[in-house]
């Protein structure tokens, strides 16, 4: 099992053969869920560039106006309520 230490600033480094299985490398970013079947963190790699989301959200089929806009937010802030 491989180990590591926290620093006193909640720092972690973390291990060479780790970060080769995961595909990680410096000033990529990682991302920590918590698994609540068994009780434990995963963590994953975040490594998506911003050119890999092109065409997630599709363009409206008529333009959206702030009004719209504004409305739609209200909507969802008073049923998140």
């Not at 720092?11 to 299985?21: E, G, K, L, Y």
């Not at 609540?36 to 790699?45: D, I």
Request: hydrophobic letters at 35%; a positive charge; glycine letters at 8%.
């Amino acid at each position: 099992m491989t180990t590591a230490t926290i620093t006193s600033k909640g720092q972690v480094t973390i291990p060479v053969d780790v970060r080769n299985q995961l595909g990680v490398q410096s000033g990529d970013r990682i991302e920590f869920s918590f698994n609540e079947a068994t009780g434990r963190y995963e963590l994953y790699p975040a490594t998506r560039s911003l050119a890999s989301l092109r065409g997630i959200v599709k363009k409206p089929r008529k333009p959206v106006s702030i009004e719209d806009m504004n409305r739609a937010i209200a909507e969802q802030g008073a049923a998140a309520r």
